[in-house]
């Protein structure tokens, strides 16, 4: 009989990965929407 747990396993790990980026690349892109948002209050101030 044949088990892929390997197969699971590297789904798993890039299922897992592709999470990762996802997540990292929301919290750069809600960084720089802050960012720009104080950018947009400090010009509003003057």
């Known amino acids: 009989m044949f088990c892929p747990v390997e197969d699971v396993m590297s789904a798993a790990a890039i ?15 809600h960084a720089v929407l802050a960012s720009l948002a104080e950018q947009d209050d400090a010009s509003a101030m003057k």
């Open 15 to 29: 299922l897992q990965r592709t999470k990762l980026l996802y997540v990292r690349s929301n919290i750069l892109s």
